[in-house]
């Protein structure tokens, strides 16, 4: 057996980051641990977060150094990298857009189902996914 308990997204600061995932998107705040003092002897964090009911989870890490500033929502390089699959769409779309979740796009309808683009605070792409219609 196998999985994929995390994957990470580099921000420029924790806090932010904790409350951009778990106010405007509605995760959960899985863990939030002091960790190891990095090599430039900076406070380091654990910090996980995840949907509600996921199993997999996202560590925010803070950019360390001046690669991984440059990195900060340019994971993927400009392209979607994240997908954050919904059943209520519509719902998460009103819920998420009065959070302030800056949309690409108006939603929508594809074989696969309704999508729209989104930014996470970091400025990385996500596909919203929901039902086809």
Do not use: C
């Amino acid at each position: 057996m196998a999985f994929l308990p995390l994957t990470a997204i580099i921000v420029d600061e924790y806090d932010p980051a904790i409350e951009f995932f778990v106010d405007a998107l509605g995760f959960d705040l899985a863990e939030d641990s002091p960790a190891v003092t990095t090599g430039s002897g900076q406070p380091k964090r654990w910090v996980v977060v995840r949907p509600p009911g996921g199993q997999t989870g996202i560590l925010l890490a803070r950019a360390e150094g001046e690669e991984q500033a440059a990195a900060v929502g340019h994971q993927v390089a400009g392209r979607v990298g994240f997908f954050l699959q919904v059943d209520d769409f519509d719902a998460a779309y009103q819920r998420m857009s009065g959070a302030g979740v800056r949309f690409l796009e108006a939603p929508r309808d594809e074989p696969y189902g309704r999508v729209v683009v989104f930014l996470d605070i970091a400025g990385n792409r996500w596909d919203l996914l929901g039902p086809a219609a």
